[in-house]
């Protein structure tokens, strides 16, 4: 379960695409993840100053060959936090989740094709946690 502080509607087709996600993230479920992003969709960050962009050719390899926070039995910080409708077939999400102990700020564009929501840009900021 996630650990969401808004009210998002559970069955809005883009809150939907937003769970698979986070779901994907937790267990590196790559399949999963297939589902949400569109095969030509981008990976990027600059933070600490270098360019990374990916495609999900490039990116889904990364997910696949790192351990799982669920097979580290970390606790899910995955929210919402904000969905945003650009258009008829486009939308910004905002969202935070961690991984280990990086702490992410995902802007995630989705655009509808072919029927359904699909993630087409992820860009994202991330901070360590601090020790307690």
């Not at 379960?1 to 779901?23: C, G």
């Not at 589902?35 to 030509?40: I, L, Y």
């Not at 696949?64 to 899910?76: F, L, Q, T, V």
């Not at 939308?91 to 992410?104: D, H, L, N, Q, Y």
């Amino acid at each position: 379960m996630s650990d969401r502080v808004d009210t998002v509607d559970p069955v809005d087709p883009i809150d939907s695409v937003l769970q698979a996600y986070f779901d994907g993230l937790y267990h590196s479920d790559t399949e999963r993840l297939r589902g949400v992003f569109h095969q030509r969709a981008i990976y990027a960050s600059a933070t600490g100053g270098a360019l990374i962009a990916l495609a999900m050719d490039d990116y889904l390899p990364i997910v696949d060959a790192r351990p799982s926070p669920a097979s580290r039995d970390e606790p899910r910080r995955d929210r919402v936090v904000s969905i945003e409708r650009v258009g008829p077939v486009t939308a910004v999400a905002r969202v935070e989740c961690s991984i280990g102990p990086k702490r992410f700020d995902d802007v995630l564009t989705l655009i509808q094709v072919d029927g359904r929501w699909q993630i087409i840009a992820k860009v994202f900021h991330y901070e360590l946690a601090e020790e307690a």
